[in-house]
């Protein structure tokens, strides 16, 4: 069995949908932060959306929203 993933084009096209990575040093909160202002969606979805910020997940979301 083979499995083809795909390219580094493949890899860049869906890499470049994705929100910055809140791990990073250099992530810009702000940026997420405008996001979150803009959207009419609520606080727990814009979390999990992977297009405003990468790799949350539904546990950081919950403990995120826990401490808010």
Known sequence: MTVD?????LYSHWA?????????EDADKEVLWQS?????KPVGLVLMSQELVAGIGN???A???FKA
């Open 59 to 61: 546990i950081y979301r």
């Open 63 to 65: 403990e995120i929203l």
């Open 16 to 24: 470049a949908q994705l929100g910055p990575d809140p791990l990073r």
């Open 36 to 40: 979150m202002q803009r959207s009419r």
């Open 5 to 9: 993933w795909g390219g580094l084009d």
